[in-house]
């Protein structure tokens, strides 16, 4: 297999592959650091290669799942990896190990998955884009100025030039849908509780994140979830498990829905035209598939939200930075946090039990919205973001902002996000479009709480529809050279 075919398949492809044997998870692992070392300059979405397992794989050793044999990369935050490093995207992280397996990367390793490396996050996974102090800038594979999203920016870049067909992803305000929409790639969210932290991890974010991945196809995420789906003991949300392989979802007819769509960010800024028009051509498409499509938007007050969103976000971040330094016994500053997650670190430390709470309360305020709009629409379609991938370099923090200054600024493009981490709905950004410049648009649908069934039975439709797997960034892996056209 050359590297051209390599980069061209998704993850479910190569497991076949290897299953057939045609290829050898040790070849597969050799085109993986050989792709990074291709294209990763351009991109900076590689923290690390395992060296070891990149110039070689004990096939008896890997797991007997769907993926066997498959390459993947581990979002470096808290990627719950036993004996290898992991960073946060920060100085206060440099050369920190984790102890032992967490349950998702043993249901990881279950599916197959030979891990091979980390990807870059941006610090403490808290901005939408992914420039650090501690890594550089991770740009998007369609253009070395623009972002390639936070904060799996490094695992969206990843995917999307080629360097593995699935990377790890985690989601507390967007994380994984900003990335998958820069990027060009497919970003599912889950439900609150269908993914497990366990067992170190009780409650991230107040409930607001959760863990998946990003990749190229439908069919890879919705078999991904199948590996990693489920319960430890002692998590603290139940939910009813699906009522078959959610890899049978794809394909499957999904009838004639109720579909929502809105297209104006709920911020109140401007739309941008093209982004608009995406929405649009989506809802048509939608609309020819046999959908039921309305132009109708859930009620609810961005403002007192944000401000909801900036005391929970602050407290609990501030909690975990200060409770990891501990573990390390070290300080933290200015010297070793970047201005926001400094700012954050001191301004959490002042929230207090009643502020938190009025937050988490304003969240139910807002949760109970959505669900009488979803008694009404079975799916919501909006833009991923409200505008295109924007430039690199814009977002680094000036050294005396506040959290609710640095949640602002991203307000007039990721509105239509974190409502749905607050809500716990899954919600699947898709790369349907493309701009006129040759940026990706992606599309965002959303379901009800616990409902990913539907939400992969109309993706995969889409896909059919319009697919988008043939598209190759400029910057990828497959190409002759390795790199940029």
Request: glycine content about 10%; charged content about 20%; aromatic content about 8%.
């Given at each position: 297999?050359?590297?051209?075919?390599?980069?061209?398949?998704?993850?479910?492809?190569?497991?076949?592959?290897?299953?057939?044997?045609?290829?050898?998870?040790?070849?597969?692992?050799?085109?993986?650091?050989?792709?990074?070392?291709?294209?990763?300059?351009?991109?900076n979405a590689v923290v690390e290669i395992y060296e070891d397992r990149a110039s070689g794989v004990d096939e008896s050793t890997l797991g007997d799942g769907p993926f066997r044999g498959?390459?993947?990369?581990?979002?470096?935050?808290?990627?719950?990896?036993?004996?290898?490093?992991?960073?946060?995207?920060?100085?206060?992280?440099?050369?920190?190990?984790?102890?032992?397996?967490?349950?998702?990367?043993?249901?990881?390793?279950?599916?197959?998955?030979?891990?091979?490396?980390?990807?870059?996050?941006?610090?403490?996974?808290?901005?939408?884009?992914?420039?650090?102090?501690?890594?550089?800038?991770?740009?998007?594979?369609?253009?070395?100025?623009?972002?390639?999203?936070?904060?799996?920016?490094?695992?969206?870049?990843?995917?999307?030039?080629?360097?593995?067909?699935?990377?790890?992803?985690?989601?507390?305000?967007?994380?994984?849908?900003?990335?998958?929409?820069?990027?060009?790639?497919?970003?599912?969210?889950?439900?609150?509780?269908?993914?497990?932290?366990?067992?170190?991890?009780?409650?991230?974010?107040?409930?607001?994140?959760?863990?998946?991945?990003?990749?190229?196809?439908?069919?890879?995420?919705?078999?991904?979830?199948?590996?990693?789906?489920?319960?430890?003991?002692?998590?603290?949300?139940?939910?009813?498990?699906?009522?078959?392989?959610?890899?049978?979802?794809?394909?499957?007819?999904?009838?004639?829905?109720?579909?929502?769509?809105?297209?104006?960010?709920?911020?109140?800024?401007?739309?941008?035209?093209?982004?608009?028009?995406?929405?649009?051509?989506?809802?048509?498409?939608?609309?020819?598939?046999?959908?039921?499509?309305?132009?109708?938007?859930?009620?609810?007050?961005?403002?007192?939200?944000?401000?909801?969103?900036?005391?929970?976000?602050?407290?609990?971040?501030?909690?975990?930075?200060?409770?990891?330094?501990?573990?390390?016994?070290?300080?933290?500053?200015?010297?070793?946090?970047?201005?926001?997650?400094?700012?954050?670190?001191?301004?959490?430390?002042?929230?207090?039990?009643?502020?938190?709470?009025?937050?988490?309360?304003?969240?139910?305020?807002?949760?109970?919205?959505?669900?009488?709009?979803?008694?009404?629409?079975?799916?919501?379609?909006?833009?991923?973001?409200?505008?295109?991938?924007?430039?690199?370099?814009?977002?680094?923090?000036?050294?005396?902002?506040?959290?609710?200054?640095?949640?602002?600024?991203?307000?007039?493009?990721?509105?239509?996000?974190?409502?749905?981490?607050?809500?716990?709905?899954?919600?699947?950004?898709?790369?349907?479009?493309?701009?006129?410049?040759?940026?990706?648009?992606?599309?965002?649908?959303?379901?009800?709480?616990?409902?990913?069934?539907?939400?992969?039975?109309?993706?995969?439709?889409?896909?059919?529809?319009?697919?988008?797997?043939?598209?190759?960034?400029?910057?990828?892996?497959?190409?002759?050279?390795?790199?940029?056209?």
């Amino acid at each position: 297999m050359n590297l051209s075919e390599y980069a061209s398949c998704d993850g479910l492809a190569l497991a076949d592959l290897v299953r057939t044997r045609q290829v050898s998870a040790a070849e597969l692992a050799a085109l993986t650091a050989t792709a990074s070392e291709r294209v990763d300059a351009s991109i900076n979405a590689v923290v690390e290669i395992y060296e070891d397992r990149a110039s070689g794989v004990d096939e008896s050793t890997l797991g007997d799942g769907p993926f066997r044999g498959v390459p993947i990369l581990f979002k470096d935050l808290y990627h719950g990896e036993g004996g290898r490093r992991c960073e946060n995207g920060s100085r206060l992280s440099a050369g920190w190990t984790v102890d032992a397996d967490s349950r998702a990367v043993t249901a990881i390793k279950a599916a197959g998955f030979v891990p091979l490396g980390r990807t870059t996050t941006s610090e403490w996974g808290i901005m939408g884009t992914t420039e650090t102090a501690q890594c550089g800038p991770t740009s998007t594979p369609w253009s070395d100025s623009h972002i390639a999203g936070g904060s799996s920016g490094g695992a969206g870049a990843a995917v999307a030039a080629g360097i593995v067909p699935i990377a790890t992803a985690s989601d507390g305000g967007g994380s994984i849908r900003i990335p998958a929409s820069c990027c060009g790639v497919v970003g599912l969210k889950p439900s609150r509780g269908r993914v497990s932290f366990g067992p170190e991890t009780f409650d991230p974010l107040s409930g607001y994140a959760v863990k998946l991945a990003v990749s190229r196809t439908v069919r890879d995420t919705a078999a991904y979830l199948d590996a990693v789906a489920g319960a430890a003991a002692g998590d603290p949300y139940a939910i009813a498990g699906p009522a078959r392989p959610y890899l049978e979802e794809v394909g499957a007819d999904p009838g004639r829905l109720r579909i929502g769509f809105w297209s104006s960010p709920w911020s109140g800024a401007d739309p941008l035209a093209e982004v608009v028009a995406a929405t649009s051509a989506t809802a048509a498409l939608l609309e020819s598939l046999g959908h039921h499509v309305v132009e109708d938007r859930p009620a609810f007050d961005w403002e007192p939200f944000l401000d909801a969103m900036t005391a929970m976000w602050s407290a609990n971040t501030s909690s975990g930075i200060d409770a990891f330094a501990t573990l390390v016994d070290r300080v933290p500053g200015p010297d070793n946090l970047e201005p926001a997650s400094f700012a954050m670190l001191e301004y959490g430390r002042t929230v207090t039990a009643h502020e938190l709470l009025d937050a988490l309360a304003y969240g139910n305020v807002v949760a109970r919205r959505f669900a009488a709009y979803f008694a009404r629409f079975d799916l919501l379609l909006t833009p991923t973001l409200g505008h295109l991938p924007e430039p690199l370099g814009i977002y680094p923090a000036k050294t005396d902002i506040t959290p609710r200054e640095a949640f602002d600024m991203w307000a007039h493009n990721e509105s239509f996000l974190p409502a749905f981490n607050c809500t716990g709905q899954p919600a699947i950004s898709l790369p349907l479009h493309q701009s006129s410049g040759g940026l990706p648009i992606g599309m965002q649908l959303v379901a009800r709480q616990g409902d990913e069934a539907t939400l992969i039975r109309v993706a995969a439709q889409l896909e059919e529809a319009s697919p988008w797997i043939d598209r190759m960034p400029p910057v990828h892996a497959g190409r002759s050279e390795g790199g940029r056209r």
